[in-house]
């Protein structure tokens, strides 16, 4: 069975996200902000086989401690391809106005809209989410979509950051909501889960 915990990872306490399999015990990583110890402690001490860590964008609070634990561990690093400027460009991250500094390095594989990513018995498809950023993606998987800064639980990403564009966050969250099934879990780069149906609900943006 596939399952999902949760860290507020690093000083701005983004969400980063372990999605594994119990059975099998392949694992992925989904953002991760600081605190890579905690992170690779609990990889091991589940005994998880970490296969890739996928970025839903690239802001400072979802990447800063990319580059620690990809030293300890060489994990595979995925990003969607427009993001990926913003990866290699401290000033479009922002860490370099941020309390972690200049983080800059390259992804070792980009991902488009549509693509399904398989690692193990792990599943995910990536859905384009331009808006908050342009290279901003959902990961929908067994457990649930990660839907990053697009949509919190009441609430959605700002888009008037660096290749933010209100419009297109606006159609972004249109399809999201569209496409995807009422009962499907949701679980955002800040804050608490949430699901399709509730946000539909109880989103005033989304009315
Ligand atoms: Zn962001
Ligand atoms: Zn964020």
Redesign the pocket.
């Known amino acids: 069975m596939i399952k999902q915990v949760k860290f507020l990872a690093g000083i ?1 306490a ?1 969400n980063t996200y372990v999605v594994f399999d119990d059975e099998s015990k392949d694992a992925i990583i989904i953002d991760l902000g600081g605190d890579h110890r905690d992170i690779e402690e609990y990889i091991i001490n589940n005994k998880l086989n970490l296969k890739a860590l996928l970025l839903t964008h690239g ?1 400072a ?2 990447i800063a401690g990319v580059p620690f634990i990809k030293k300890d561990t060489n994990v595979d690093v995925y990003i969607h391809e427009d993001d990926v400027e913003l990866l290699e460009d401290a000033s479009k991250n922002f860490s370099s106005s941020m309390a972690m500094g200049p983080i800059e390095f390259s992804p070792d594989f980009t991902f488009k809209d549509g693509d399904i990513l398989n690692f193990g018995t792990i599943k995910v498809k990536v859905v384009s989410t331009p808006g908050h950023t342009k290279g901003s993606v959902l990961f929908i998987t067994d457990v649930g979509a990660f839907t990053g ?1 697009t949509l919190f639980r009441q609430s959605i990403g700002r888009s008037d950051l660096y290749g933010g564009n209100e419009v297109e966050i606006m159609n972004s969250l249109r399809n999201i909501v569209m496409s995807l099934p009422d009962d499907m879990e949701c679980f955002p ?2 804050g608490p889960k949430t699901s399709i149906g509730y946000e539909k609900n109880h989103n005033m943006f989304l009315k």
């Open positions: 701005y983004a802001h609070d979802h800064d780069g800040h």
